[in-house]
């Protein structure tokens, strides 16, 4: 097969300054090919396939593939194989709408909406999943494979420690669930910490915001988040002249998404922008 061919003819060295680990674990990388279920015809997209340890049995299901891969010799390797369509650049960089019509009218496909995958780049994987937050209106699904401590965060629960800014401004717009430990053993090299996969599906009706104005209120509560938030958000509800409703003698972890949504709703309903914004 050509996934063991293009292992056994490269001798690729991984390269720190990517954030190379490969998976090897074929038993593991067919637990994460069943809980992706990839269809025939589906527009999937996969980041950083590396040496194709997942992106043979992917494209095998699908007919065809859309890879990301930045590392250069790896993006050569790759275009040998028929079924592959292979962007060579950094994920951060890559215009994921544009991405997603031309995948979708390839297939002739009315829908301009992707499945995404990946062995994310472990120092870099927070700022995947805020870049593609930002297209998250073109994703059907994600499955992703990321330091499992990232993914505690990802979909943990108000009043827990791993609950905080990337807990709520994800699972605002996304309905998660952890559903496979990865352990080091499984890659070369192997990381120093537990990795697990994700599944994050776009929810069909999410509540209206502005999500600047969500990032900006969840930053500040969480900046100090032993404090009561009466000593960080409430300070700055205050210099927004803020009138209504929010209990501030509480810690940031202990409000959960829903009230977030509400007061960032409530500010902006009042006029209220983000700095940035």
Known sequence: MWSFEIENRMKHIARKRFGQHFLTDRGIIEDIIQAIDPKPGDPMVEIGPGLAAMTQPLVERLGHLTVIELD???AKQ??????LTVVEADVLRVDFRALAADVCAAKNLGTLKLRVVGNLPYNISTPILFHLLDVVDVIEDQHFMLQKEVIDRMVARPSTSDYGRLSVMLQWRYAMANVLLVPPQSFDPPPRVNSAVVRMVP????ALLEVKL???VVQVAFSQRRKLL????????????FGGEFNIQRR???VP??????????LSANGVVAKSA
């Open 78 to 83: 790759l275009r040998s194989h028929p079924q």
């Open 230 to 241: 009466r000593h960080t958000l409430g300070r700055w509800l205050e210099e927004h002249e």
């Open 257 to 266: 998404v829903a009230e977030y949504i509400a007061l960032v709703q409530t």
């Open 252 to 254: 940031a972890e202990e």
């Open 214 to 216: 969500l990032s900006e």
């Open 203 to 206: 929810h069909a009706e999410p």
């Open 72 to 74: 250069r010799d790896l």
